[in-house]
Nanobody
């Protein structure tokens, strides 16, 4: 069972950037598709970005396309989410998740392993 630990969240102003990191405990990390999801207060958890096992395929929610970039370093068992031009609507708890298989799925129910989340707050 892979354990995931997110870091890098914080309180920033509109237009700022943050880079989230998610470190995996499993040495078979490269075999997992990785995803980022977020949950705002009072709302359901939603898909943000996903990355195939080698980073060759990525998917993004429409709301973050052109602003967020997902990437991974399999040698470090880590996946990243670079977030630029942050908006108040980006506020929420950000979770990384892992699923077996090669497809960079946008479906939350396909992800088996989850981190505890890191809070991102964008202040106007």
């Amino acid at each position: 069972q892979v354990q995931l630990v997110e870091s890098g969240g914080g309180l920033v102003q509109v237009g700022a950037s943050l880079r989230l990191s998610c470190a995996a405990s499993d040495s078979t990390f490269s075999g997992y598709t990785m995803g980022w999801f977020r949950q705002a207060p009072g709302k359901e958890r939603e898909f943000v970005a996903a990355c195939s096992w080698n980073g060759g395929t990525t998917n993004y929610a429409d709301s973050v396309k052109g602003r967020f970039t997902i990437s991974r370093d399999n040698a470090k068992n880590t996946v990243y989410l670079q977030m630029n031009s942050l908006k108040p609507d980006d506020t929420g708890a950000y979770y990384c998740a892992a699923r077996s298989g090669s497809r960079a799925s946008v479906q939350i129910h396909e992800y088996r392993f989850w981190g505890q989340g890191t809070q991102v707050t964008v202040s106007s």
